[in-house]
């Protein structure tokens, strides 16, 4: 089974503040993405990256930059978090980067509160 | 805008009882996704549809497409207090890099009461 993990959980951070969320894939997926899960607006894709090094914005990337040095491995950035970014923050990967009908599969999430 | 929009957001069923949730989108589709979420959890994948398929079942589960009317709909027959979960549909865009970005609906939260 393809296994994707989150660093944490659980993360308070503070406004100002650098925060990395991390997100490791154990199965040599292509594919990684990130998203936030806010009540009422289901998930919105802020980053993704298609191969190492290679990275390709969603739909809502303000605020957000990513970082793919290794092929397992993709973190979210807040380069200055601010309170809007309270969210959960879930990462995704998938294998083949082409093809259209293969599932993703789902960390459990990472639930930022920025004070 | 999201691409996948789920009605109803929220359903409470008895035990035993069917729960039937749709999915509408805008564009044209190669296939149809649905995944479930558990509270606090992440998404899982539970079943894809073609779009030249009409109907597909995986146990019991059942999930429709009309491409003429750009919406699909998930069945879950004989309900478990453990389908209690959100529901998701997703789609698929291609994008500039030559890859496909998956864009998911607001969800139906779906109770099954005991």
């Known amino acids: 089974d393809v296994k994707v993990t989150q660093s944490s959980r659980y993360l308070v951070k503070r406004t100002g503040e650098k925060v990395f969320l991390e997100c490791v894939q154990d199965?040599?997926?292509?594919?990684m993405f990130w998203y936030r899960q806010d009540p009422g607006l289901g998930l919105r894709l802020i980053y993704f990256s298609y191969d190492v090094k290679m990275k390709e914005k969603g739909d809502i990337p303000e605020g957000y930059s990513v970082s793919r040095e290794k092929k397992e491995r993709f973190s979210l950035i807040l380069e200055s978090a601010s309170t809007n970014q309270t969210s959960m923050y879930l990462c995704?990967?998938?294998?083949?980067?082409?093809?259209?009908?293969?599932?993703?599969?789902f960390g459990d999430g990472t639930r930022l509160s920025i004070l | 805008s999201q691409q996948g929009e789920e009605d109803p957001q929220a359903l409470s069923i008895q035990e035993g009882e069917n729960a039937t949730m749709n999915c509408s989108y805008k564009?044209?589709?190669?296939?149809l996704q649905w995944y479930r979420q558990n509270s606090g959890r992440g998404l899982v994948h539970l079943i894809l549809?073609?779009?030249?398929?009409r109907e597909k079942h995986s146990g019991r589960l059942r999930v429709t497409l009309d491409t003429s009317k750009k919406s699909s709909s998930l069945l879950i027959t004989a309900s478990r207090a453990a389908d209690t979960a959100s529901y998701f549909c997703?789609?698929?865009?291609?994008?500039?890099?030559?890859?496909?970005?998956?864009?998911f609906g607001t969800g139906t939260r779906l109770k099954v009461l005991a």
């Open positions: 995704a990967s998938r294998l083949d980067r082409v093809l259209s009908n293969q599932p993703q599969h």
């Open positions: 997703a789609t698929g865009l291609p994008t500039t890099s030559g890859t496909y970005k998956y864009i």
């Open positions: 564009t044209s589709i190669n296939n």
């Open positions: 199965m040599d997926h292509e594919n």
């Open positions: 549809i073609r779009s030249n398929e």
